[in-house]
């Protein structure tokens, strides 16, 4: 793994460029998808379709269905596109700042109501019950993952962020992501996890390193690191419990 910090987010310009589309069809095509919404309801609208329709708010008189799919494609799955980090979506082409903003609003509102359900989630006291709630990440994925899990100072299970994506041993971890999502969350406790495609359970002297790192930055800001774990399909390893980092 190696440590990066993400540029600052810029404008995209292609957002903000007219375009050669022609604005009656993306304005007959918008109401057309409006009408069905309020007809229909939006349960049966594909991912895609949801996220143009967000995108019309930001993205004036233009076909955004290439945008969302875009988008989609990028991070992976509908729900990954609202865990991306600001600058990760601001280096999507067509993706400008009004686009940004607008995804991280719908991004805040979901953590908030989320958490207004705080007090019915599950409470993870055992490293097993840790163990469980990240396995299913980790199923029919060829590329290297990490996440990491916040909980409040019952145990309670506040939200999991993606934090890394990559090639095998290469995931690029920023640790200032790590303190937005620790802020945003207002965690106690983290909990972080990553898989090995390789099929090699055991940890690199890298994953022990970023271990070490980030247990020591998260104890300098009163938080608890419970554990890292490796996956390799069924398989786990806790680095810190091995080796008697705890």
């Not at 996220?51 to 799955?77: C, H, N, Q």
């Not at 207004?116 to 590329?143: A, D, L, P, V």
């Not at 041993?169 to 495609?197: G, L, Q, T, W």
């Amino acid at each position: 793994m190696k440590t990066t910090i993400s540029p600052e987010i810029e404008e995209n310009t292609t957002e903000s460029t007219p375009q050669k589309a022609k604005p009656a069809k993306a304005d007959g095509h918008r109401e057309r998808m409006r009408e069905r919404a309020i007809n229909e309801g939006l349960e049966g609208f594909e991912d895609h379709r949801l996220l143009e329709m967000l995108l019309y708010y930001s993205i004036p008189r233009k076909d955004t269905r290439e945008e969302a799919v875009r988008l989609i494609d990028r991070f992976g799955s509908f729900e990954d596109v609202f865990e991306a980090d600001m600058r990760d979506l601001n280096s999507v082409d067509g993706i400008g700042k009004a686009s940004v903003i607008q995804l991280m609003v719908v991004k805040e509102i979901i953590r908030r109501c989320s958490l207004q359900n705080q007090k019915q989630r599950k409470i993870y006291k055992t490293i097993e019950s840790i163990i469980e709630m990240f396995k299913g990440k980790f199923i029919h994925t060829s590329k290297e993952l990490m996440y990491i899990a916040s909980f409040d100072n019952a145990r309670h299970l506040i939200r999991t962020d993606k934090i890394g994506l990559g090639s095998v041993n290469d995931i690029s971890v920023s640790m200032r992501e790590i303190n937005e999502i620790i802020v945003m969350n207002h965690a106690a406790y983290i909990a972080v996890a990553h898989n090995h495609p390789n099929g090699y359970l055991l940890p690199s002297n890298e994953d022990i390193d970023f271990t070490l790192k980030l247990q020591k930055f998260a104890s300098d800001i009163n938080v608890k690191l419970i554990e890292h774990i490796i996956f390799v399909d069924d398989e786990s390893y806790l680095i810190l419990r091995n080796h008697n980092l705890e």
